[in-house]
């Protein structure tokens, strides 16, 4: 009983940092358009750390065979690739028919956003199950990552064409996934802890496909140099604080 009370309540606390794009519903709207692709950027570095600083490490511990990690990686880019495709080949359909339709990386963002939650609840709850001290920890280090990546996700999603008020509320829904990580883990154990390390290098790999694939992709329309080197200053803002994080957690 009181494992599924923290757990939830642990869930619940980091899964409400997926609001914290309501700080920019208050800017004006062309701040935030010349904003938007340093919180891309950032969005950026936050993934890319995140695949390597972190699931990845994580991942090629706990397979006996690395190889199988690196097919797993494999698979989730090649599957976000497939979902893209697809995603692309909607868009062309319905482009014609209304102006500000979603550009797919937006969704492809979403949906890697459910992988990335959905695994962060299950490693709360894991951890909950092994002891409150631990999982404490590994709630106050899903706490510290998710800061720079929501701001991200709410920046990705805005320059995708989402609004703001729909960007915010996507970006909720998909934290949501975190609750159906942490509830498999409460009613099916730890057994899920051999399908862990799987989704770790997945999402890893579907990871660095939105960073590299997608959103560097994007950083590439700025023209201005002065712009461009404070998107890379964002850039490594991301992939330092999650380098940071990992060497706390050491
Ligand atoms: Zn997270
Ligand atoms: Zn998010």
Redesign the pocket.
Known sequence: MKIWLLTLLSVLIVSLI?LIGIIFLAIKKDLLKRLQLVLVALATGGLLGGAFFHLLPEAFESFNNSMLASLMLTLGFLLFFILERFLHWHHNHTSGISENAIKPFGTVNLVA?MFH?FLDGLLIAAAFTYSTEIGLATTLAVFFHELP??IG?FGVLIHAGFSRKKALIF?FL??CTAFLGAIMVLVLGNNVANIEKYILSFSAGGFIYLAAADLIPELHNEKTPSRSLVQFIALLTGLGLLFGLSLILE
Do not use: F, L, V
Request: no cysteine; aromatic share 0%; charged share 35%.
């Open positions: 997926s956003d939650n990546q929501e996700d970006n998909s934290a």
